[in-house]
């Protein structure tokens, strides 16, 4: 039975009100609240396109915005730190008592290319954001030589925890596209990570630039979501891989069950999908036009 998502709508679009939030609400990530309320965190962007993190009440039944936060939970660093040119969050999770979010930590230096690397969030009771550390949790090596981008974190069975994450292996993989792939890796306290290379395989001149994975769990195995790019000038679309250990991946495009509309915020571009079960239902937060910059909706998976 083919997947396929039914569009709910665009749920928000920021109104700029602050310096640092002032475009864009990308990377949408919900943390349940009660009920149908989830705080969608975000990434924001300033005049410069350095992103902080914000965040709305979303009511996802009702589909309207319960309270939205005019100042950045988390802004983006200090210049010389990791992330001084922006901070794309990534998803949560929780090892031992301590709650953490993972973001891609953006670096623009002025005598190179952008690039990135992976940091971790603490996040407190009251679901504010502190910083957990002044260096990556992931940087480059010998297997991510170049930049990282975009964590995911899932704990499974035994206590152990599976990572995804972006790896890029060029800037231009002859086609005037980089080569950008999930990769993944393992840890048996969530602090402490062994990587293990290329996990969702790639086509060049098909899907090649991969970005933000989004990962469930269930009876069938793991399930995949991620957006990705074929070559020079092709825009983001959602893609989709299935795998029954987490670590090896089978690449299946045309099952991910969504696509740009015809018309309006999302007709040119569809990414950075956060897929997620409310309710006995399962959902996704996406961006459309822009990278976020008209900001998210939300999409229900058809039980037809």
């Known amino acids: 039975m083919a997947m396929r998502w039914i569009k709910l709508g665009q749920l928000y679009v920021p109104r700029g009100n602050h310096p640092k939030l002032r475009s864009h609400a990308a990377n949408p990530l919900p943390v349940h609240l009660k009920d149908n309320v989830y705080r969608v965190f975000f990434s924001g962007r300033d005049k410069d396109n350095r992103s ?46 301590q709650r953490y979010m993972l973001f891609m930590g953006w670096q623009n230096p002025s005598d190179g290319h952008w690039r990135g690397d992976i940091g971790r969030l ?15 949790l992931m ?38 596209e980089m080569l950008h792939v999930i990769n993944s890796a393992v840890s048996q306290d969530g602090h402490t990570w062994i990587r293990k290379g290329v996990s969702v395989p790639y086509q060049i001149g098909v899907a090649q630039a991969f970005s933000r994975p989004t990962v469930i769990r269930d009876q069938d195995g793991f399930h995949m979501w991620f957006s990705f790019r074929g070559g020079l000038g092709r825009t983001y ?3 989709y891989a299935v795998s029954h250990d987490g670590q090896s991946w089978e690449l299946r495009l045309q099952d991910a069950g ?47």
Not at 123 to 133: I, N
């Open 237 to 239: 679309r959602i893609g």
């Open 122 to 136: 603490r996040v407190t009771d009251s679901l504010r954001l502190e910083s957990d550390s002044d260096v990556p």
């Open 139 to 176: 940087g480059i090596d010998d297997i991510d030589p170049v930049s990282l981008s975009y964590p995911w974190v899932e704990q499974v069975e035994g206590g152990s925890f599976l990572m995804w994450y972006g790896s890029t292996i060029t800037w231009d993989a002859g086609n005037g």
């Open 52 to 97: 902080s993190v914000g965040a709305v009440d979303i009511d996802i039944e009702k589909k309207i915005v319960v309270s939205e936060y005019e100042v950045p939970f988390f802004e983006y660093g200090s210049p010389g730190s990791f992330y001084d040119a922006g901070v794309s969050v990534g998803n949560c999770y929780v090892a031992g008592t």
């Open 258 to 304: 969504i696509d740009v509309s015809a018309t309006g915020w999302d007709s040119e571009m569809i990414e950075y999908p956060f897929v997620f079960d409310h309710a006995g239902q399962r959902y996704m937060l996406y961006n459309g036009n822009g990278y976020g910059k008209t900001g998210f909706g939300l999409a229900v998976l058809s039980n037809e």
